[in-house]
RNA sequence: GUGCCUGUAGCUCAAUGGCAGAGUGCUUCACUGUGGAUGAAGAUGUUGAGGGUUCGACCCCCUCCAGGCACCCCA
C-alpha cells in the first residue's frame, strides 16, 4: 500500500456497493414508518453542548461525544444521538404541532468509542418516536414497527426476536424482595448485565450492593420466569396488540432487559439475533417526559433507534443483502468501431430521451466491451454495427440469461418495457 | 478509557532469523461481431508505519497507527 492519507479511525468509506446496500436499507425503513404514518424530519448534526447539558452526568456525553471548539471558541458537539435533538425540536413549537407526533429520521451519529464489529465512531442511525401518548396501543405499534421492518428486510421471527420488558414491573418486584430505593438504579444496571458477567463475580457485586442471599435468589428467580409478564396488566395488553397487529411471533418477554439509558420509565426492549451472535440491532422504550429537560412542557412518548451497522452485519450473515443493486435498470450501449461511435452516441441519447439510463462504451473489441458490461453489473447491452445499421435493427442482449434479438430500431423503447 | 490478540499481493492466507510464495482476482493471447468455461503467458509487495538488536529481520524488542475480542458504554 503506498501512502494514501489515512480516514479518520472509526469511519467508513462507501464505495457504490456500500451506498446502494445504505441506500436500500434507508428505502426498507422508510417503508416501515410510513406504513404507519411516521413522518421523516431531521436536525443538525452540530449541537451546542448546552442541548445536552440536562444530560451531562450521563457517560455518553462526557465521555462519549466529540467536542470541539468553534473558530469563535464556542463548544460544539457532534450529535451522539438524536433525541435531545427532538426534545428541542417538539419543544419549539410544542403549541403548534399535532400530538401525538409520529416523526422518523436517519442520519449520521458520532461517539467517540473503541471500535470494533458492530461499533464504529461514525455510524448511521434509524431513529422513531411516537410522542404525545401514554397509551399502550402506542408501545405495540412501536414494537409493530420494528417487527414489520425486519419482516420486510427478511429476517424470520427465527432469526431475530424483539425481547421486552417493562420497568414498573421490575420495579415493583424488586420492592417486594425488599431491595430500598436508593440501591434500585445501580441493581437494575447488574441485572441488565448478568449475562455478561461469570455467575460468582456477579454475585460478589451484587452483594456489595447490600443485598443478602435469599434476595439474591428471588432476584436469580425473577430473571428466569419467562411468566412475570402475566403480572403486568400493560404488558398483558401489548402482547395482545401486538398479536393483533400480526407480529406476535416476533415479540418476546425477558425479564432480563432493563436498558441502560435512564429516562425510560416503562416497557424497553430490544432486537436481537436469536443466536447471540451480535450486538443489539435496535433498542428502545417508553418515557415519561421527553421535553421536560430543554424547557418545554412535559410529553410521554416510545421510541426506538437502529443503528447501521449491526442490522448489516446480520442481514450479511443470512445472506439476505440484495446483490445486484448497481445497475438496476442500465442499458451499456457497446460501440462497434470509430465510425460507428456517432450512430451509437445518438442510439444511447434516443434511450435516455426515452428515460432509460445509459452507459455508453468507447470504441473497442466487442468481446471487451461485454466484458466490462458484465464486470459493471449492467443488465442489458446493445451491438449496433454495420449489418443492424443497414437493417434498421439493433442487438439486444440479457447479459443474465444471454439471450439475444435482433429489435427493429423503431421498437428499441418497449424492449426493455 | 483498561486488558489481550492480529496486521504479508486487490481478496483469502503460507513462509519463524537466511533469495517473499500459493490460491483467487487482474492484464494479454488462443477468439478480427459477443461477457459465465478451458488452456497459455504476464504483472502485481516500502511484509501497517517508524526505530532498535543482528553479518542478516515478515519473524526478536520498543513506539505509533489500524481493527478484532473482552471490559466500559451502547446503535
Known amino acids: 500500500m503506498k501512502n494514501v492519507v489515512k480516514s479518520v479511525k472509526g469511519t467508513r468509506d462507501f464505495y457504490p456497493d456500500e451506498m446502494a446496500r445504505r441506500t436500500w436499507l434507508v428505502e426498507k425503513l422508510k417503508s416501515a414508518s410510513e406504513a404507519f404514518g411516521y413522518q421523516r424530519y431531521e436536525g443538525p448534526?452540530?449541537?451546542?453542548?448546552?442541548?445536552?447539558?440536562?444530560?451531562?452526568?450521563?457517560?455518553?456525553?462526557?465521555?462519549?461525544?466529540?467536542?470541539?471548539?468553534?473558530?469563535?471558541?464556542?463548544?460544539?458537539?457532534?450529535?451522539?444521538?438524536l433525541t435531545p435533538t427532538l426534545a428541542r425540536m417538539v419543544a419549539n413549537q410544542q403549541n403548534e404541532l399535532v400530538f401525538p407526533l409520529r416523526w422518523w429520521a436517519f442520519g449520521p451519529f458520532w461517539r467517540y468509542e473503541r471500535p470494533q464489529k458492530g461499533r464504529t465512531r461514525e455510524f448511521y442511525q434509524w431513529n422513531i418516536d411516537l410522542i404525545g401518548s401514554d397509551a399502550v396501543q402506542a408501545d405495540a405499534e412501536l414494537l409493530a414497527v420494528a417487527a414489520n421492518f425486519l419482516k420486510l428486510v427478511g429476517l424470520k421471527s427465527e432469526m431475530v426476536q424483539v425481547l421486552v420488558n417493562d420497568r414498573r414491573l421490575m420495579d415493583r418486584k424488586l420492592t417486594e424482595i425488599g431491595i430500598n430505593p436508593q440501591t434500585k438504579p445501580e441493581l437494575l444496571r447488574m441485572?441488565?448485565?448478568?449475562?455478561?458477567?461469570?455467575?460468582?463475580?456477579?454475585?460478589?457485586?451484587?452483594?456489595?450492593?447490600?443485598?443478602?442471599?435469599?434476595?439474591?435468589?428471588?432476584?436469580?428467580s425473577l430473571l428466569s420466569n419467562t411468566q412475570l409478564w402475566k403480572e403486568s396488566e400493560e404488558l398483558s395488553q401489548l402482547f395482545e396488540y401486538v398479536n393483533a397487529l400480526g407480529v406476535g411471533e416476533y415479540i418476546r418477554y425477558e425479564p432480563k432487559i432493563i436498558r441502560g439509558l435512564d429516562y425510560y420509565t416503562g416497557l424497553?426492549?430490544?432486537?436481537?439475533?436469536?443466536?447471540?451472535?451480535?450486538?443489539?440491532?435496535?433498542?428502545?422504550g417508553h418515557y415519561a417526559n421527553l421535553v421536560g429537560d430543554v424547557g418545554g412542557q412535559?410529553?410521554?412518548?416510545?421510541?426506538?433507534?437502529?443503528?447501521?451497522?449491526v442490522i448489516m452485519l446480520v442481514l450479511e450473515a443470512y445472506g439476505l443483502l440484495p446483490s445486484d443493486l448497481s445497475y438496476p435498470g442500465t442499458v451499456f450501449v457497446t460501440v462497434f468501431?470509430?465510425?460507428?461511435?456517432?450512430?451509437?452516441?445518438?442510439?444511447?441519447?434516443?434511450?435516455?430521451?426515452?428515460?432509460?439510463h445509459v452507459i455508453l462504451a468507447e470504441p473497442d473489441k466487442?468481446?471487451?466491451?461485454?466484458?466490462?458490461?458484465?464486470?459493471?453489473?449492467v443488465k442489458f447491452a446493445l451491438v449496433l454495427g454495420p449489418d443492424e445499421l443497414a437493417n434498421e435493427t439493433i442487438v439486444g442482449k440479457d447479459l443474465r440469461t444471454f439471450e439475444q434479438h435482433s429489435i427493429p430500431r423503431k421498437e428499441i423503447g418497449s424492449f426493455f418495457g
Open 45 to 81: 448534526c452540530l449541537e451546542t453542548i448546552d442541548l445536552y447539558a440536562a444530560k451531562s452526568g450521563e457517560e455518553l456525553v462526557k465521555e462519549q461525544a466529540f467536542v470541539f471548539e468553534d473558530r469563535g471558541g464556542d463548544p460544539i458537539t457532534l450529535r451522539p444521538e
Open 191 to 220: 441485572i441488565d448485565r448478568i449475562d455478561k458477567q461469570p455467575a460468582d463475580v456477579w454475585e460478589k457485586n451484587v452483594t456489595a450492593l447490600g443485598l443478602d442471599g435469599v434476595q439474591i435468589d428471588a432476584i436469580k
Open 268 to 284: 424497553v426492549f430490544e432486537a436481537h439475533d436469536v443466536k447471540g451472535e451480535f450486538r443489539a440491532i435496535l433498542g428502545g
Open 298 to 309: 412535559p410529553l410521554p412518548g416510545v421510541g426506538f433507534a437502529m443503528g447501521d451497522v
Open 337 to 356: 468501431s470509430e465510425e460507428m461511435l456517432v450512430e451509437s452516441i445518438r442510439l444511447a441519447t434516443e434511450l435516455r430521451e426515452n428515460g432509460f
Open 366 to 377: 466487442l468481446a471487451r466491451q461485454f466484458k466490462l458490461a458484465d464486470r459493471l453489473g
